[in-house]
């Protein structure tokens, strides 16, 4: 199988923790969070990271089109999510107001399972093409990117967490670029640091004496 290195799990996991670090920062600024709900998408990120790997290997594995894993990876969230609902009672109620509304609801969905049907489509492809690191980054840096601008079209207030999580998603994508490029990127490592600094010790020392 493909191999990764510390460097490709550090962007990964850097990515992941970054977008969780925002939610949670959502989560001061608003404190009518639910907490079920901030940890059911901080889990959501963490699959997220994974998924692309699995979908990946699948493809490979069992040659699939991009259509198959679009149909089997949503059916098997549809038996997840009915699951769910089914076991909180959420499903009636849910039902009932579908029911009340049907173009608000039933339209909406429609649109939104329409251009996720795309844009899954896309990620797939990138998947396939590029592997699923590469796409992994994509669709982190399309999410920071989305609440980037949350801040220019929707007045909410802001803590500097959020720019902390916004370093992270960047060092991730630093990482993934670095990883990509380690031949041609020379990075100073600590003991090629703390050598050079010691020689310039030596030499002011020398020079003092002198």
């Known amino acids: 199988g493909k191999r990764y290195n510390i460097a490709d799990v550090s962007a990964a996991l850097c990515m992941s923790l970054g ?10 600024v608003a404190p009518n969070f639910n907490f079920t709900g901030v940890v059911l998408i901080s889990l959501a ?5 994974v998924i692309g790997n699995v979908q990946e290997k699948a493809m490979k ?3 699939g089109s991009n259509s198959e894993m679009v149909l089997y990876s949503y059916s098997i969230g549809f038996v997840y999510i009915l699951f769910g609902l089914t076991c909180t009672s959420g499903l009636s109620p849910a039902v009932t107001f579908c029911s009340k509304h049907p173009v608000q609801t039933y339209g909406y969905a429609f649109l939104f399972s329409l251009t996720g049907y795309f844009g899954i489509s896309f990620v797939l492809a990138l998947i396939k093409i590029f592997g699923a ?6 669709t982190t840096g399309r999410k920071a990117m989305t609440i980037v ?10 803590t500097f967490q959020y720019v902390w999580s916004g370093l992270l998603v960047v060092l991730g994508i630093f990482l993934n670029v670095y990883s990509k490029n380690m031949d041609k990127i020379k990075l100073p490592s600590l ?3 703390w ?3 010691v020689e310039e010790r030596k030499t002011r020392t020398l020079s003092q004496t002198v």
């Open 19 to 28: 977008l969780i670090w925002f939610t949670l920062a959502d989560s001061t």
């Open 45 to 49: 990120l963490c699959a997220d990271a």
């Open 61 to 63: 594995l069992h040659n």
């Open 133 to 138: 690191l590469l796409a992994v980054t994509v």
């Open 149 to 158: 601008l949350s801040f220019l079209f929707f007045a909410k207030p802001f």
């Open 191 to 193: 003991h090629g640091f």
């Open 195 to 197: 050598k050079k600094s």
